[in-house]
């Protein structure tokens, strides 16, 4: 949640900086602002809003001028979307400017004693107390100040700062938010995510929580937590611009549903030889392990659901799901002999990381499904298996998802073989099976006609139900969240079997009833399941395994998926569900990359 940017070059900063938000801005979208350093005067210039809103402005104000300066993108935590709530925030003296990722937890407290001290503050953030604590420890060694400000912080941040008296320099501060620098040729820069200077550069330098940084046209300095100068290495990013640009595409989400083929492709094709799956990422001992426990946040959660299902199929071994939110209020039972999978398309889900935390404690083995690399949640985690989707910039995930769901697929077969629940002949045929699976998403995306016909037909309802059983329902939770997120169309998931329970209550004349019913095995159960709701007036549009004839008597409208085992198919059925969802919040003319009131990473309990 908020994107921070920083530049120091011999160009103007403005359009670097600016460009760098609209890069960000799927981190939040409430408000924008700048500031930049001239001649030891810091101008800063802000407003509520998406970016555009602020380029408007800085167009306007012919003020805004200096090769170094820092941005923010903000999602409201502490005080409501506001031009003044707006970062970056100032000193009152005008020394200071400061962008912040993160929370003060102990804000409220540092605020009482600075206004006892003569601060005046004048917005409701949190982040205001950071940039009068610089100031007020500030004897003119700037490393010192920042060293003294936040030791006195409880919580986590991200920070940029400037100083007026340090021309052409910005610090970069990393707390439990992530924080990357960009090394160039002549230019410097800071940023929550690559994404906003990789057009820039390529070569990074992970900061580590409690490091710091100050950064000038030539030279990248780093301390650690003491102060102490240390030297890091840089590493070099493998994607490429186009990864986080639309492409000639209208929004990220459709570029990202498109890309699905060659991301599962990239995740799953080098952890395959000799017609069998290799983690050699994973140095585990499986049978140590007597349950699995799998915990995530939104879409993360619901692919676990989907691998609880492959795992225990295969592996005929407990596994648990865990919402990452409730896991540490559950006193959940976990030992040394639980493997608890963490699953994170962004590496940073706050949720997410005090789960991990709460299973150590717990001396569990965590292993993490992650996107990002060298994310905090595959720092944190025991081992690292990668999804290798490349950015993601939509905030309704996609290939993240579908990524995801693959690895568990693969980890499920791997580790029935390693149990020794599959002999060699199975695990190969499950190998050649998982081979198929980009492929099909490939031929998958050939109904996105069909799809978008669909989605003309019934964008105006207002309600709308998923229903399946066993992994179709699991698929369900993730389209209807799709839906939900990017059209604001209400819609619920519904184990089929339960819809009789209650829920058939509001079934009525009209109501859409999305029936996904490609796990063949309970193809006659789901076909009750229609009749009950068409019974009762609902409309049906059903999602099948090609060749199945028997569904088109039964539904309204059918789309018919390309088939692959009937283990692996919700990595393949949730891809038409993903564009109709799109083409739905299309017709209802909403902002589908950035939905009202969500950011990309959720880095807030
Ligand atoms: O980055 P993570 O995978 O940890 O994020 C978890 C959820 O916030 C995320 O999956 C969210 O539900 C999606 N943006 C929904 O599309």
């Known amino acids: 949640m908020c994107g921070i940017v920083g530049f120091t070059g011999t160009t103007d900063a403005k359009g670097i900086l600016l460009d760098g938000l609209k890069r960000l801005e ?251 799956i290799h983690f050699d990422e994973l140095d585990i001992d499986i049978k140590k392990y007597d349950r699995i426990l799998i915990t995530a946040c939104g879409s993360a959660y619901y692919a676990g659901c989907v691998g609880r299902d492959i795992i225990e199929k295969l592996c005929k071994l407990h596994v648990h799901t865990e919402v990452a939110s409730e896991l540490r209020y559950r006193d959940p039972i976990i030992d040394e002999k639980t493997l608890v999978i963490v699953i994170s398309q962004s590496g940073e889900t706050a949720d997410t990381i005090a789960a991990i935390k709460e299973a150590k404690s717990k001396n569990a083995t965590v292993l993490a499904i992650v996107n990002v690399v060298g994310s905090a949640i595959a720092k944190l985690a025991d081992y690292a298996i990668y999804t290798w989707a490349g950015p993601e910039i939509a905030v309704a995930t996609t290939k993240g998802y579908t990524t995801q769901v693959a690895i568990l697929a693969m980890f499920a077969v791997w580790a029935a073989f390693e ?43 207002r309600s709308m139900f998923f229903i399946g059983r066993y992994l179709d329902y699991a698929v ?31 079934i009525e004349q009209g109501r859409l009833v999305v029936a996904v019913c490609c796990y063949e095995p309970l193809l006659d159960k789901i076909i009750s399941n229609i009749q009950q709701v068409k019974a009762r007036g609902a409309e049906v549009m059903a999602l099948a395994m090609e060749d199945n004839k028997k569904i088109f008597t039964e539904a309204d409208d059918v789309l018919l998926v390309p088939k692959i085992y009937e283990l692996f198919m919700p990595v393949i059925e949730i891809i038409p569900l993903q564009l109709f969802a799109y083409y739905v919040a299309k017709n209802n003319k909403c902002d589908i990359d950035k939905p009202k009131n969500l950011a990309k990473s959720v880095t807030v309990e």
């Open 26 to 276: 799927y981190r939040g979208y409430d408000s924008a602002g700048i500031a930049v350093q001239n001649n030891n005067v810091i101008k800063m210039v802000k407003a509520s809003g998406k970016v555009d809103n602020l380029v408007e402005l800085v167009e306007k104000n012919k003020d805004i001028i200096g090769n170094s300066g820092i941005g923010h993108t903000r999602w409201a935590t502490h005080g409501v979307p506001s031009d003044v709530n707006a970062h970056p925030h100032m000193s009152t003296d005008g020394k200071f400017a400061i962008v912040h990722n993160g929370i003060i937890e102990n804000h409220a407290e540092i605020k009482a004693e600075l206004i006892a001290k003569g601060a005046k503050f004048l917005s409701d953030t949190d982040t205001e107390v950071i940039v009068q604590l610089i100031d007020y420890y500030y004897k003119g060694n700037l490393k010192e100040a920042l060293m003294k400000a936040t030791a006195r912080l409880n919580g986590s941040y991200a920070l940029g700062v400037l100083c007026a008296d340090s021309p052409n320099t910005i610090y970069a501060v990393k707390y439990s938010n992530p924080l990357i620098i960009g090394v160039g040729a002549g230019e410097n820069y800071f940023a929550s995510d690559i994404t906003a200077f990789i057009n820039h550069t390529k070569n990074v330098i992970d900061l580590d929580d409690g490091e710091f940084a100050s950064l000038t046209p030539d030279k990248v300095t780093i301390y650690d937590h003491s102060g102490k100068e240390i030297k890091k290495e840089e590493r070099k990013i493998t994607w490429d611009v186009a990864a986080a640009e639309k492409s000639g595409y209208e929004h990220f989400m459709l570029k990202e549903i498109m890309e699905q083929p060659a991301a599962l492709k990239a995740t799953i094709e080098p952890r395959i030889r000799d017609n069998k």
């Open 476 to 506: 369900c939770l993730e389209g209807s969240l799709k839906l939900k997120e990017i059209s604001y169309i209400h819609s619920e998931a519904y184990a089929a079997g339960e819809l009789k329970h209650g829920t058939i209550a509001l």
């Open 419 to 461: 149990l020794g629940k599959i002999n060699e002949k199975e695990f190969e045929k499950y190998t050649e099976e998982i081979k198929k699976i980009p492929e099909r998403a490939q031929r998958t995306l050939d109904l996105n006609a069909r799809v978008k016909k669909l989605a003309d037909k019934y964008y105006q309802k």
